[in-house]
């Protein structure tokens, strides 16, 4: 397994903060990666278009500050997502915008596209490109993309429906490069758990909705702390694509979780402004939260993913 130099040493424990869909900001990417995991958001969060450049320079400046403030503990680098699918009018801009500030990494989504890698490669950066199966997987190395990140069965946004186990040795059996498992991921424990199975890096995101960074709503966020596995509906209806929301949320938009209709890929749509309402309303959320206790600043829940996977490790050496 290879893990980029760009990250190696700089991390506390193998985490990739995924990029959250409006929630994401650069308080949250801050917090995240000065506590020792790497922070990402959706290029398609700055809104309006002009305000990513805002944001990349933010987050450049306040992790060198800490940097130079902490030459021991530096910050672990940021990622930003780009959607690639056709529809995403703002990608020519923004990944333009990455390449300026040089994002050391860039998580691409939706449609593997060579160009995109080339334009991250040409400053050193590194491409990780998120699937759901392994056919999608060989594509996206084909592609030019340098790791993959697998987005498992029970995982917070667009999810797929392969356990963690199966996908990750399909990968293995022709892919060592760098390698990131989404998938219910909430503890410590499973962090390893991830590593166990031959991952590099555990991708955690519906754990950082009940912070006090993210941008969520306040119900929102008690839905995070209140709600488990069962609380899950895989649906298409909302984006085009499948994904898993929260029951309440679906309740309270006047829907029934047991019978929505089915959607299909062309009301897929990432233009500005497309399908705001339903990603504030309708809530998307992986199956983990069961273990999401309370609403913290994110600082805290990273520590307390550290202890946990500390103690998970020691136990299993005992």
């Known amino acids: 397994m290879s893990i980029p130099p760009s990250l190696r ?21 801050i917090a ?8 990402s958001f959706p290029a398609l969060n700055a809104r309006p278009e002009a305000m990513l450049d805002d944001w990349l320079a933010e987050i ?19 990622a930003v997502n780009q959607i690639v699918h056709r529809s995403n009018a703002r990608l020519e801009r923004d990944l333009e915008l990455c390449v300026k500030h ?12 060579p160009e995109v890698n080339a334009a991250v490669h040409s400053y050193g950066g590194v491409v990780l490109h998120d699937i759901i199966d392994n056919r999608f997987a060989h594509k996206a190395i084909e592609k030019g993309a340098d790791g993959l990140i697998a987005v498992a069965a029970g995982a917070g946004g667009h999810a797929g429906t392969i356990s963690p186990f199966a996908l990750v040795q399909e990968i293995r059996a022709w892919f060592d490069g760098p390698l990131a498992l989404s998938g219910a991921i909430a503890t410590g424990r499973s ?10 890096f555990a991708y955690i995101g519906s754990a950082f909705i ?7 709503s306040t119900a929102y966020k008690q839905a995070i702390v209140d709600g488990g596995a069962g609380d899950i509906v895989y649906t298409n209806l909302f984006t085009g694509v499948h994904g898993n929301y929260l029951r309440p949320s679906i309740l309270a938009a006047g829907l029934d979780p047991d019978a929505l209709p089915q959607s299909d890929a062309s009301a897929m749509n990432f233009h500005e402004g497309a399908k705001a309402k339903a990603w504030k309303d309708i809530w998307g959320s992986g199956q983990g939260i069961g273990a999401i206790d309370a609403v ?12 946990e996977y500390r103690a998970a490790r020691q136990a299993l050496c005992g």
Do not use: H, Y
């Open 296 to 307: 913290v600043p994110a600082r805290i829940r990273v520590e307390r993913l550290i202890a």
């Open 60 to 78: 450049a400046e306040a992790l060198a500050a800490w940097d130079k403030a902490n030459p021991d503990r530096p910050a672990a680098p940021f």
């Open 191 to 200: 962090v390893l758990a991830a590593e166990a199975m031959g991952a590099d």
């Open 210 to 216: 009940a912070t006090d960074e993210a941008n969520a």
């Open 102 to 113: 040089r994002v050391p990494l860039v998580i691409t989504s939706l449609g593997a596209r």
């Open 9 to 29: 040493n700089r991390l506390a424990i193998p985490v990739i903060g995924s990029p959250l869909f409006i929630l994401s900001n650069p308080a949250l990417v």
């Open 32 to 39: 995240q990666c000065t506590a020792g995991i790497v922070g």
